[in-house]
């Protein structure tokens, strides 16, 4: 859309603000904000290239949220991000959930209903909408290590097809599968009044 996703306004609050409500009303206690090191927007330059520790709106914006940031790799794709935040996190995590920060309407009650269906035996979870897999999966920390250590290609979803016992979780919730790619998008959920309330994948701890 020509700007900073992360930082687009939906009803007042910017996307990043969204994601981070909609995450810690479901339950979670620490999300990990991954943005690109390479965007001049994001990251401030030094002499030696582009700084590794991010200092930009974003990064002001994650703070006063009470979220921490990390770069991704520069010339990596949104897996590498992924693994980026994944590896991020501190230890004691027993779930994570992935969310894009251009879907902002996912319902608390979907993170809820997720961590519940996620048991011990399950090395994952995804929501899934009319037929559709959608987002965020819930990985637990045994899923993570798996993700980490996956050298095929794929991304994510290949990555989580190959563990066995992946399981998905029908929900009433279009906002799993919106993500705001484009404009239009945008309007879309600025008239949508079923739901409250550049890469940049927010990765989270929930609660024990």
Do not use: Y
């Not at 859309?1 to 939906?10: P, Q, S, T, V």
């Not at 910017?14 to 206690?29: E, F």
């Not at 990390?70 to 590498?80: C, E, K």
């Amino acid at each position: 859309m020509g700007r900073c996703k992360a930082l687009l306004d939906l009803r007042g609050s910017p996307l990043l603000a969204r994601c981070a409500g909609l995450l810690r009303a479901g339950g979670v206690s620490e999300i990990v904000v991954v943005t690109p090191s390479g965007n001049a927007e994001l990251s401030k330059s030094t002499d030696d290239g582009p700084a590794r520790q991010l200092d930009g709106p974003v990064h002001d914006l994650a703070r006063k949220l009470g979220l921490r940031t990390v770069a991704a790799p520069a010339d990596g794709d949104m897996f590498a991000s992924i693994r980026a935040g994944l590896s991020a996190l501190g230890p004691g995590s027993r779930a994570v959930f992935i969310l894009p920060v251009d879907m902002p309407l996912v319902r608390p009650l979907t993170i809820m209903a997720l961590a519940a269906a996620l048991q011990p035996e399950t090395p994952a979870v995804v929501p899934v909408h009319a037929g559709q897999r959608g987002h965020p999966p819930l990985l637990s920390a045994r899923a993570v290590g798996q993700v980490l250590a996956w050298e095929g290609g794929g991304g994510l979803r290949a990555a989580l097809s190959g563990l066995p016992g992946l399981a998905t979780l029908e929900v009433d919730d279009p906002g799993v599968l919106l993500d705001l790619d484009t404009p239009e998008d945008l309007a879309l959920a600025l008239r949508s009044e079923s739901h409250a309330p550049q890469l940049t994948i927010a990765a989270m701890r929930s609660q024990e």
